[in-house]
């Protein structure tokens, strides 16, 4: 298990290398000058190249690649060319708020996504299923801003018992987590009651119900454990997602975190800031994908990991 764990870890790097060589290339693809941006539209020629030589914009992008990758080796983001200030203490302070939102999104779709698609799969056919997969199709071919401003619209306008936008309490949290876990629910759902039907019908269901065991206790201990592995996968999957993937919801909800900082950090061709943000994306991706590999080892014992068997 150690032994894949450090092969994992080190084919990060050629993955953040890759990244890097994308980050980099596609932002400097985007129209207009970046030292203009940071100087302002009334500024003179003079202060505009005095910005350029500051940033070192004026430097050949290849070496202006190597100093990026040189920051990144040591662990440095560099500044933010709007504020002034270092790109990890502005990702430090938005990140938490994503990660929270993401989270929270995460927990209501894996709580009604489940439990929608076992009661499914267990009722196969039935109303209940109708529907619950009806719904399951309306959450993932719903835009995500569409469905913000509907929920907007019902809860902050009309019904008046959640706020709109902004931050400070829990009750600001509940919609933008709604809106963002609607998406991952419905594909959770599918995948789930889908799962659970394929399981169902393996021998050893049909063995464990002939020894008369508990309907209840052949479902939850037996079928579901079994039918998991795909739906984590999801779910790691879809937490990768929910934390890159939060930039309409933020946009939207005025909600203050990586995402809505990525959309106006592009705006304002913040180089740095944009670098910084992906890349952290990019890496919290892979350890995310390398925490459900790990995962199915402990939800399935005949998963052997490279080195384990003869440890």
Do not use: C
């Not at 150690?2 to 990244?19: D, K, M, N």
């Not at 932002?27 to 190249?49: C, K, M, N, T």
């Not at 049909?206 to 052949?218: H, I, S």
């Amino acid at each position: 298990m150690y032994q894949y764990i450090a092969r994992r870890l080190l084919l990060t790097v050629p993955v953040i290398f890759g990244v890097a060589i994308l980050v980099f290339s596609i932002i400097r693809l985007i129209p207009g000058d970046p030292a203009r941006a940071i100087a302002g539209v009334q500024a003179s020629p003079e202060f505009i190249q005095q910005v350029r030589a500051r940033y070192r914009l004026d430097e050949p992008l290849p070496v202006q690649f190597g100093i990026f990758l040189g920051d990144l080796a040591r662990g440095e983001l560099g500044r933010s060319t709007f504020s002034r200030r270092p790109v990890a203490t502005e990702i430090g302070e938005r990140f938490p708020r994503t990660f929270l939102l993401a989270m929270t999104a995460l927990v209501i779709a894996t709580i009604v996504g489940v439990s929608a698609g076992i009661v499914s799969a267990t009722r196969r056919n039935s109303m209940f299923d109708n529907v619950s997969m009806l719904f399951a199709l309306v959450g993932v071919a719903a835009p995500v801003f569409w469905m913000a401003l509907m929920l907007q619209l019902l809860f902050a306008v009309n019904m008046r018992i959640l706020p709109a936008t902004g931050i400070g309490t829990w009750r600001h949290l509940v919609l933008p987590s709604i809106t963002l876990g609607m998406a991952s629910a419905g594909l959770m759902a599918r995948i789930t009651r889908s799962s659970m039907l394929e399981v169902l019908r393996q021998d050893f269901i049909t063995t464990a119900r002939a020894k008369g065991l508990n309907e209840r206790f052949v479902i939850y201990k037996h079928a579901l454990k079994n039918a998991l592995i795909p739906v984590v996968t999801v779910m790691g999957l879809q937490f990768g997602i929910l934390l890159g993937g939060a930039v309409l919801t933020e946009t939207v909800f005025a909600w203050p975190g990586i995402g809505r900082l990525l959309v106006d950090s592009i705006l304002r061709r913040d180089y740095p800031v944009v670098q910084g943000t992906v890349m952290l994306m990019a890496f919290l991706f892979v350890i995310i994908n390398l925490v459900v590999d790990i995962t199915y080892a402990f939800l399935d014992p005949r998963i052997h990991y490279q080195g384990e068997a003869g440890e």
